[in-house]
């Protein structure tokens, strides 16, 4: 009997990544892609299944719509390894969508566009409060908006990532970044081709200190600039941060 061959299936993931130690599987600590691999293996005829994910989210760093491929040799259908996986994956991981894809597909390189979101409260918070950083210091919305609008457009972000993780190449392409606030709540979006390592939390950290008042707006944006300047970077804590949505070109699906 011939053993099927292996398809290529796109996953789009929910995950709240407060007890992970982020997505990639690190030796002897508990990732979001350990995890579901585990959950996989059985689907591939117990064959070590590798999922690649289109960005690597850090430890506590949440995500709304992550998305990743596989390749299995099954003979089930999409829909079908979209129920056994969430019928063995723990309840803070949950596969929103399964679909077939073709074996060119890579949820990394195919993206054209990925989209984070940062939630801010005023106030403490009992529920949610694994999703939200309240900042121990008063600020201005107006300020905080006027910071945001300096990011759209192609910048060296040399002075916002980490830089012992950072590829040379530091040039990112922001489409879109701005605050929307309602109440006590601040949900900071942007989107981007690319993403550094730590790149929005120092963002929203480093907006945060302008907003307080601590810097002015030209010390911001010569962060952005990669130009000397006297404002020190500061990172916000990793569990505000959702990977919120990536896309593709039609074609590349």
């Not at 990732?31 to 289109?54: C, G, R, S």
């Not at 300047?229 to 990536?246: D, R």
Request: charged share 20%; proline share 4%; glycine share 6%.
């Amino acid at each position: 009997m011939v053993a099927p061959a292996a398809r290529r299936f796109l996953l789009i993931l929910q995950y709240e990544g407060t007890r992970y130690c982020g997505w990639q599987n690190q030796r002897e600590t508990n990732t979001v892609q350990a995890i579901i691999e585990q959950a996989l293996k059985p689907l591939n005829h117990d064959q070590v299944v590798t999922l690649v994910a289109a960005g690597r989210t850090d430890a506590g760093v949440h995500a709304q719509g992550q998305v990743a491929h596989c390749d299995l040799v099954t003979t089930l259908t999409a829909a079908a390894v979209r129920r056994a996986l969430n019928a063995t994956l723990p309840e803070d991981i949950r596969v929103l969508e399964c679909r077939p894809v073709a074996a060119a597909f890579h949820a990394r390189f195919a993206a054209i566009q990925r989209t984070y979101k940062y939630l801010l409260s005023r106030q403490p918070t009992v529920f949610g409060r694994q999703y939200v950083w309240t900042p121990p210091f008063a600020f201005d919305d107006a300020v905080l908006k006027d910071a945001a609008a300096l990011i759209v457009g192609e910048h060296d972000f040399s002075r916002l990532c980490r830089a012992s993780t950072a590829p040379p190449n530091r040039r990112c392409r922001v489409a879109e970044s701005f605050w929307t606030i309602t109440d006590d709540l601040l949900i900071y979006t942007i989107s981007a081709n690319r993403f550094l390592h730590h790149m929005v939390r120092m963002l929203v950290g480093c907006m945060l200190e302008v907003a307080r008042g601590k810097y002015a707006l030209a010390d911001f944006k010569n962060l952005l600039g990669k130009k000397a300047g006297g404002m020190q970077v500061y990172t916000a804590p990793s569990k505000g941060l959702f990977l919120w949505h990536v896309n593709y070109t039609e074609e590349s699906t």
